[in-house]
């Protein structure tokens, strides 16, 4: 029988203000690949190429819960409602564009990442 996954540490830097007030531009962040994904939690996600193609960044996202018409993907926002790209603008993501949760900021003020519980 195969073992389980087990999540892998990594850092990660906020760039952009999008998560603001959560993190801010430099924040740096303990993120696990592989980790369980659930509703409320931030995450590091790939987002879809833009509408001429061009690849975006990995971003850090609230998921804030499944996709009501397609149950199988993850809806997620910005917690800057001003700022960022959201699945209002391109949709649900599959569950392998979501890529790590994050866990704790490290710096430059430590401290654990807040899930918010969404309905």
Do not use: C, Y
């Not at 409320?40 to 061009?54: I, K, R």
């Not at 975006?56 to 700022?83: F, H, M, Q, T």
């Not at 949760?101 to 918010?116: A, D, E, F, I």
Request: net charge positive; aromatic share 4%; proline share 12%.
């Amino acid at each position: 029988m195969p073992l389980p996954s087990v999540p892998r540490p990594r850092l990660v830097r906020v760039r952009g203000r999008s998560m603001e007030p959560t993190l801010r531009e430099g924040d740096l962040l303990l993120a696990l690949w592989g980790a369980r994904v659930r509703p409320g939690v931030v995450a590091v996600v790939q987002l879809p190429a833009d509408a001429s193609g061009t690849p975006r960044p990995v971003s850090v996202k609230r998921i804030v819960g499944v996709d009501p018409e397609a149950r199988d993907r993850w809806w997620l926002e910005s917690d800057n409602a001003r700022e960022g790209v959201s699945s209002f603008e391109i949709g649900s993501l599959a569950p392998s564009d979501v890529v790590a949760v994050v866990t704790t900021r490290l710096w430059p003020s430590p401290g654990k990442v807040t899930v918010r519980h969404t309905p």
